[in-house]
């Protein structure tokens, strides 16, 4: 099968996204991610656009093994001496030079000021300069897509004359349909002079939805560089995703003939690592990487998968290293899922106990929605032995603000326990929220370390005000760490402080149901949780 190289450009095009900048540690974590990946080329950043810019493409290089590292260059001697000088401890063969220049009449007319014979000297002249100081060049002609034919083969002939090795044909504002894009590479291939020694490559935004189905139309019309960014960031609307191109490469090799060297595996993992440096998860619903892209809630669907995965997944969750069952527990799944999960936390549900366990199941998704595998165990564990594993609820929170000036705030928190009435202490710490959660855990006994808490807040309609005049439109959602594991808690409330607070008591309910099973299980013999028989 033929390969496609993958040059990423998560570090370049994607940080030039608001919301998306990196610092030099965050790009270095990500070159990581990439090299673990496998990617041909890492384009590490721009190196003219600012000196950390230049600072993060000379630390990736210098670190990391394995992709070519590349840096983006106007076309001017300026900006090239900038990516070469980013990169001057790189070996000539593991680095790339990547000049680019607008080559379509609004680019030319209205950003460039340049003439036709203007812009081919510019080419002539930056990829020449360029090959001074890296055998491998690339040339883009920004805007290729509404880019003049007769002159897009012009100026790509003239990269490829002065020593470009790779020539880019970028849909800069994602404006191409695939059967263009398909016909535009088919032409450049028999058109361009030096064509068939050089690689095409695609690169193409997200403006209409179609960056991937451009992408693949582009290697079935000839390109052999497929340019993307994990998650797809980009400009404006993104870039084509990484994962969906790699895999859809892979899934679907019967149609398309063609390969990548990226090691799927590590998507998730490369993933994950730029959602934590951007601080910016993908969309849910986002193809391959998205929370529900291999989740199934629906009876129907869970049923299937349950039988067989295939039914409703064409591709396995291990391929790009996620590790699920893919059964989500919520409002809309059935009772084979609910046995099936219960059975292996240990818990053998049949008859009148599958039909009590399965409705408590559903008032507590129809309250907060999915739930997880310590939310089920302590329901199965509660209608085990007839008690609440949530016995604990709040009752009322104050802070009292430092007076003296290294004095830290005070929480004074009253709980209510199902057995033991009110319990209240009073414990500080140099935040309020800290001092809240401190004093929860003492009364609880459990000692949970708060590890992400993400709040909504939801503006009142006006003109529908809630019948008691005081509607709860904060969401908090919490997730802690209790004894190495991670538990999720969430709560709604009027007021942001004790809508925390109720969301950590949430999560430590889950944390202390857990500790309560497993400290049940007899040592020498226990799996994970023990296996019982039939909860009535
Ligand atoms: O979209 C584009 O045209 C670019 C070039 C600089 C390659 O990002
Ligand atoms: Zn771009």
Known sequence: MTPIRIFDTTMRDGEQAPGFSMT????????????????????????????????????????IDGPVICSLARASRGDVEAAAGALRDTPRGRKRIHVFLGTSPIHRDYKLRMSRAEVLEGIRAAVSHARGFADDVEFSAEDA???????????????????????????????ATPEEIYDLFRHLATH?????????????????????????????????????????IGERAGNAPLEDVVMAIRTRADALGVRTGVVTTEIMAASRTLAQITNTPPPRNKAIVGANAFA?????????VLQNRETYEIMKPEDIGLSTDGIVLGKH???????????????????????RAFRVFKEAADEVGTIDTARLLAILSGLENGRSQRPWSLNKVD????????????????????????????????????????????????????????MQYTAADPDEPAADGQGANVLVEVEVECDGEVFAGRARARDILPCCVAAYIDASSNAEAVRQVRRAAVPATSPAVPVRAAAA
């Open 24 to 63: 030099v540690d965050g790009k270095l974590r990500m070159a990581r991610a990439l090299a673990k990946l496998n990617v041909d080329v890492i384009e590490a950043g721009f190196a003219a656009a600012s000196p950390g810019d230049a600072a993060a493409i000379t630390a990736v290089a210098r670190t």
């Open 145 to 175: 897509i509404r880019t003049e034919r007769d002159f897009l083969v012009e100026c790509l002939s003239v990269a490829a004359s002065e020593g470009a090795t790779t020539l880019n044909v970028p849909d800069t504002v994602g404006y």
């Open 192 to 232: 361009v002079q030096g064509g068939p020694e050089v690689i095409f490559s695609a690169h193409c935004h997200d403006d209409l939805g179609l960056a991937v189905a451009n992408s693949l139309a582009a290697v079935r019309g000839g390109a052999r560089q497929v340019e993307c960014t994990v998650n797809g």
């Open 296 to 304: 199934h809630e629906a009876g129907i669907h869970q049923h299937g």
């Open 333 to 355: 799944s059935g009772r084979h899922a609910l046995a099936a999960r219960a059975l292996s936390l240990g818990y053998a549900l049949e008859g009148a106990s599958l039909d």
């Open 399 to 454: 802070i009292r603000a430092p007076v003296a000036p290294n004095a830290q705030p005070v929480a004074r928190v009253e709980l209510e326990h199902g057995e033991r009435g009110r319990v209240t202490d009073l414990a500080s710490a140099p935040g309020a929220l800290d001092a809240a959660f401190l004093a929860v855990s003492r009364i609880m006994g459990v000692p949970a370390r708060v590890r992400h808490i993400e």
